[in-house]
């Protein structure tokens, strides 16, 4: 097994606002994602020599991103994985570019999700299998359990658990609101969170992240061409998706305090990118925040904290703005929504502006090495994805 | 722009027996497609590093298909594309390998399209978007104005056009009579096929494909190291798509006697293979004949015959077993229906097994390379996969 690293180079990046976007259509969106990241990297629509497209709902077929487009008669995939699909659209384009089959991709991902009705309820199906869809369950219900099976590992009372989840929502909540971007752009208090109400306990409102629009784009073309197109492109060290095989919350095997995909996703992710000490090397993580215990357990997944030992690094401030590894700078998931096939695609926009110093007022202090995590279902299914990009070559 | 000519072996492979299977799960059907291939191949579920899932209709995620392979914590992709889903699983699985990220993948494509009520008509989706859902129309239908469309443009009189399609029919269902693994397994006679009940004018019963579950499997790994897993491997010499851009069928646009997507997809795969005749070289071609026309078509697309003169070639008996291109030796979508993930890799399945001179009754003579074309969606919004696989390098 070979790798991907510094074969594939980012020169290109685009995202919409985020938020309800009623005004606008999917194609408007990824028209307007994909216009960015293409004047982004100085290329026309005839560059692309093919493309990859990420979206759950907005089925069947890729063409629904290449006919607003006008990207007539090139190569184009849709991909889909569950919560970590924009995650799939950046790896599929890697890997035909890092086979050498393409110099100039582009992969797209984006949800009208307002227009589905999507509310975080078990939704009917138009197909499923016996098996697949009895483990269905509101995601709110599914990782509330994730909180009460942490909270009792470490013998954290509610209160203090709350709390914890609270400082991430805040967190969060100040960086959207440097973030004109970000669906939700203001800042919340500790009380706010705490006391907000009741989602699936001990989840409250602050806790979840929001049901928003959006779409994000990605040019992505051979390392060593990246130059050509501009002097400051973005590196990817390693892209790596870990699949569970559904021995999870269904079968009572679980450890709830983790999500062993995380974990084994990053185990996988920093062998590829030669990566020793996560914690000292990575200067920036946009995680999969889509309820705060999520990016609580990812921390330790990813061996950002040791296990059950979080807590200390969320109250050292540790993966604040200027903490010494930032997380979510540009807000996650709690400011930008979930629209899913964008989410993977929206992480690394944040990763590339901030590895060349152009996050405006999120910016971080030099950082050269930065990762996204992308998680879709549910702890044993889950789909994993882990990038890691750097800001030079080796 | 480099090629993934001979980067990529085939070694092994799988496909159950197509049909209404009642009896199986979409999970037994992937069990039984994949342990088919590892047995072909000599490897065991631990040798595989990646997996691709193709499949429309058993989405989301792509654990649906780790999970009963208990092929936990890997990397896995679900890929979509419409009808020509099954050939993105082995267009991903072939980059990954060819990009050096991995040794041994597993593409696998299945639908259990008798669970689902599909018929072909046109369904409610959980979620459209205007411009896209608008072009909605039954397949059949579609298809008929192809079939209207090419009888005016050549000047073929009804009984002219019908009888052509009917030797398509014909020749195909011949083909399945010899294959236990179709789901239609008898001969027609052309009189039945021309006297067929009508289903939208000119096209009759036998004239459209059947709906039918089935899964199929293919072992993918580094050419190199082919092999050592098998003497007889096959080689991918081109895999590509070619996405239409929605100019078609609904901007009335669109040439109806031929589809722009195929005929660029076919140039793109024999650039890539470096085949400069393809009715010379290709010795065996197993084409998307969804409806009978289509395949009268995919001839003419793929350059097998001369513009508005396939004619000459079916009455010639030229894509018979026996003739100089065989087409669609195993029965074709005629007689295997189209569980649309399926369908590409049962294609691979059959020119795999060609090619290594295992195909029994319906065994051509000596071939060296093999062409499979997979359309999906409608001419200027289609999806059209033209993979070309030899049996030596170079």
Chains 1, 2 share one sequence.
Not at 229 to 238: G, L, N, S
Not at 307 to 314: A, N, P, Q, Y
Not at 355 to 369: C, F, H, S, V
Not at 372 to 378: I, P, R, V, Y
């Amino acid at each position: 097994m070979d790798s991907i690293k510094d074969k594939v180079a980012v020169v290109g990046m685009g995202c919409v606002k985020f938020g309800e976007n009623w005004g606008k259509s999917l194609e408007d969106m990824i028209v307007e994602a994909a216009y960015e990241a293409f004047e982004d990297a100085g290329v026309e629509p005839k560059d692309i020599e093919a493309a990859w497209w990420g979206s759950v709902f907005a089925g069947e077929s890729s063409s629904i991103m290449t006919a607003p487009l006008k990207l007539g008669y090139i190569p184009a995939t849709r991909v889909e994985n569950q919560c970590a699909t924009g995650s799939e659209a950046i790896r599929g384009a890697a890997y035909a570019v890092a086979a050498g089959i393409y110099d100039v991709v582009l992969a797209v991902g984006g949800e009208k999700l307002k227009d589905t009705g999507f509310t975080g309820l078990p939704q009917t199906r138009p197909v499923a299998t016996w098996s697949y869809r009895i483990t269905t369950q509101t995601p709110a219900a599914g990782f509330a359990m994730m909180a009460t099976g942490y909270f009792a590992k470490y013998g954290l009372t509610f209160e203090e658990g709350k709390k914890l989840l609270g400082q991430i929502a805040v967190k969060n909540h100040h960086n959207g609101s440097l973030n004109p971007k970000a669906h939700f752009q203001r800042e919340i208090t500790i009380e706010q969170a705490i006391n907000a109400p009741m989602i699936a306990y001990p989840l409250g409102l602050f806790d979840c992240c929001g049901v928003s629009d959006g779409a994000a784009a990605a040019i992505i073309c051979r390392a060593d061409l990246a130059k050509k197109f501009r002097p400051d492109p973005i590196y990817i060290k390693a892209a790596t998706i870990c699949q569970g095989a559904r021995e999870g919350w269904l079968s009572q095997k679980y450890d709830l305090a983790h999500v062993e995909e995380t974990y084994r996703g990053g185990l996988a992710a920093y062998k590829e990118a030669g990566i020793k000490d996560p914690r000292k090397e990575i200067d920036i993580a946009e995680v999969h925040d889509c309820f705060s215990i999520t990016e609580l357990t990812i921390m330790e997944d990813l061996q950002f904290s040791p296990r059950g030992r979080v807590k200390d690094d969320i109250e050292a401030g540790s993966f604040a703005l200027e903490g010494d590894l930032p997380v979510n700078t540009d807000g996650g998931l709690k400011c930008f929504g979930h629209p899913i096939g964008a989410t993977g695609l929206r992480m690394l926009y944040e990763v590339y502006k901030q590895l060349q110093g152009k996050a405006d007022k999120r910016q971080i202090k030099n950082p050269r090495l930065g990762l996204t995590h992308n998680q879709g279902g549910e702890p044993g299914s889950a789909t994993v994805s882990v990038l890691i990009a750097g800001n030079e070559l080796g």
